[in-house]
């Protein structure tokens, strides 16, 4: 009798750990569940459903606890950028050229290509030059290119040759690049508009 | 005791599942339920607030409440309480051109209503908020009446900014916003 209840003791302590530990891993897991789901497009991650009402219990609670408040596909578009183009993840050592065509915006709309710290809660990243995105506002100081694209460098830091307006600072050990899009076109959202292209170049 | 062993691991499986289960569908609720009280802990209902500076790698983005804040937008906030009564959002001028929203989330981290350039342009205007039962008379002066599915609505402002010269000037603008109950806007506007 007495190891019995013992044994009631020990299920319902166990049972009450799992609990607990559902909720300390919820948090973990759902931030790795964001970061898969969306569409791939050239390594950019692209997640419409924010904000919706008509999403699966998982996609909402994904959503709320990674991107609270994030506006509605209509409205704006986010992509996560997580690798390259031949397919491999960013690394803090990698130099890129990340090259887009004028992203086609609603009126009043604008875009950037924001350098963050990859890890919660995705901080700025710290810089020489106080930079933290390329949009915009400032993408008529890029170095002009015969093709019309937009082109700048990406990389924690700047390669000799590289002009100041050119570059992009990125985290030296967990580089992500936003790409957003406010007032997006349908063809951004519909995925039919060429995401920029990361390139690693050394 | 190999029996009890096995007992109390399936124990702990099934609680993790049980519990994961409860995180998934509670977690919306729970974090926009913590997302109003950090702002009520700072400001009261009806009443909008702005981040004080445009984010850099100085500031933690926790420290505001934010994950993933940009440097070329400056933020407001705001609770609204519908319950009682409407509120009215009287939106001053904007440049013209230059991006601002108010985005406006349910109880249930749904976005259900925007004002902004896009919709709205760049005059002053009168919005009237209103919650889901409301069935009163709305005043002459009110430009548009805009709807919410539940009587809290959360309503994130963004304005663009350029850059730190651009700061100012996007500033003043945001602060040109005042919220009222729709009680004070009758009485300030006779109406």
């Known amino acids: 009798m007495k190891v019995n209840a013992i044994s009631m003791f020990s299920i319902v302590l166990l049972s009450l750990a799992g609990f607990i530990a559902a909720s300390a891993a919820a948090p973990i897991w759902l931030k790795v569940y964001w970061l898969l789901d969306g569409e791939d497009n050239n390594g950019w991650l692209t997640n419409t459903s924010y904000g919706r009402s008509d999403n699966s219990a998982l996609r909402n609670a994904s959503n709320a606890n990674m991107a609270m408040g994030a506006h509605l596909a209509e409205h704006a578009i986010y992509t996560l950028g997580l690798k390259d183009s031949d397919g491999n993840t960013l690394t803090g050592d990698g130099v890129y050229r990340i090259t887009l065509s004028p992203p086609p915006l609603k009126p009043f709309g604008f875009w950037s290509v924001t350098s963050y710290d990859g890890g919660f809660p995705l901080p700025l990243v710290d810089n020489p030059l106080d930079k933290y995105a390329i949009n915009s506002g400032n993408q008529h100081q890029l170095s002009p290119r015969e093709d019309r694209q937009l082109s700048f460098i990406y990389s924690a830091e700047k390669p000799e040759d590289i002009k100041d307006e050119d570059w992009l600072p990125a985290h030296p050990g ?16 519909e995925g039919r508009w060429q995401m920029p292209i990361i390139e690693r170049i050394n | 005791m190999k029996a009890n062993i096995l007992k109390g691991l399936a124990a702990f499986v099934a609680a993790f599942l049980l519990g994961s289960v409860y995180q998934v569908y509670s977690m919306p609720e729970r974090v926009i339920a913590q997302t109003h009280q950090d702002l009520l802990d700072r400001q009261k209902y009806n009443e909008i607030a702005f981040t004080e500076v445009m984010f850099d790698a100085s500031i933690d983005p926790r420290s505001e409440g934010f994950t993933a804040p940009q440097n070329d937008t400056l933020y407001g906030a705001a609770l609204f309480d519908l319950r009682k009564e409407p509120v009215v959002i009287m939106q001053g001028r904007v440049d013209k051109g230059r991006y601002w929203v108010h985005e406006l989330v349910n109880e249930r981290n749904e976005v259900v209503s925007y004002i902004g350039a896009y919709t709205d342009g760049f005059e002053p205007k009168n919005y009237l908020l209103v919650g889901k039962n409301f069935s009163g008379i709305v005043p002459d002066s009110i430009d548009r009446v805009v709807e919410t599915n539940t ?15 651009d700061f100012k000037k996007a500033d003043a603008q945001r602060r040109d916003i005042q919220v009222l109950t729709l009680s004070e806007y009758r009485d300030r506007h006779n109406n």
Do not use: E, G, H, V
């Open chain 1, 174 to 189: 967990n580089p992500m690049p936003i790409f957003r899009a406010y007032n997006p076109q349908p063809s951004i959202i």
């Open chain 2, 151 to 165: 009587d809290i609505a959360w309503d994130l402002y963004r304005i663009y900014a350029s850059d730190k010269n």
